[in-house]
């Protein structure tokens, strides 16, 4: 008996290790899940939702690895990112953490925002204005933002808010001239994302390409561990869809 015991629990173990392993593998070269924290990309993506970001999509650095092990020099099987691509991405002045914005400006593009209008190379986007986007306080308030839906030269179309209107500091900007080897990103939710406008967040070095969101899984109003509230809590219409 205590010989079989020794054995179960042997076989226990290393089943546990390789599902560990599997788990590790699945994680640093396939799908790895994030969180929102912040309202940046609303009404792309919301405070609460969960999501799986592809690490194949761009190919892999170290950065894709855990504790960002320097073992890759610089990418390989790498894949030019496509201009409205949604993609996470290690900070440039702070490489601990993530961030996800929507992916502008390509290398060698020249980015500027003029009134609030997005310039790429010179050229006006197209931006529609579509319904308000509408947030209730809780309280019975509810608070009206223009959205808008702009369309990149590549065809991509999104929704981007303008909670502000076209005139503050970050509605009106330099021309940003993006380097080779990096990215211009920008948030949805324009008048409150900290991204490639601000100094503390800057062009995206290509080693810094963690991937591109695909999914949201679920979607809570609220901390997602809290299960036995999702009945109220939860955003079933947007579980296991697309993220565009």
């Not at 062009?203 to 810094?208: L, S, T």
Request: hydrophobic share 40%.
């Amino acid at each position: 008996m205590s010989q079989n015991n020794g054995g179960g629990l042997k076989d226990t173990v290393v089943t546990v290790l390789y599902a560990g392993l599997i788990a590790l593998s699945i994680r640093a070269f396939a799908y790895e899940p994030f969180s929102i924290p912040s309202g940046s990309m609303i009404p792309t993506l919301l405070v609460g939702d969960y999501l799986f970001v592809s690490k194949m999509s761009y190919g892999y650095s170290k950065y894709s690895l855990p504790f960002s092990l320097p073992v890759i020099e610089d990418r390989m099987l790498f894949t030019e990112p496509k201009r409205g691509d949604v993609f996470v991405f290690r900070l440039p002045t702070d490489t601990t953490k993530d961030y996800i914005k929507r992916l502008i400006g390509l290398p060698g593009d020249s980015i500027q925002v003029v009134d609030g209008i997005l310039h790429i190379n010179g050229t006006a986007v197209q931006r529609e204005h579509v319904d308000d986007y509408l947030i209730d306080n809780g309280f019975g308030n509810v608070r009206r933002i223009p959205r808008y839906m702009e369309t990149l030269p590549n065809g991509v179309r999104h929704p981007i808010l303008e909670a502000y209107g076209d005139d503050g500091s970050a509605d009106n900007t330099p021309v940003f001239n993006v380097p080779e080897g990096h990215y211009f990103a920008m948030g949805d939710n324009r008048d409150s994302s900290k991204d490639s406008r601000f100094s503390d967040v800057g062009f995206i070095p290509r080693m810094n390409l963690i991937g591109r969101a695909e999914f949201l899984w679920i979607s809570i109003d609220g901390n997602g561990w809290e299960f036995w509230k999702w009945p109220v809590t939860a955003r079933f219409s947007r579980f296991f869809s697309s993220i565009d």
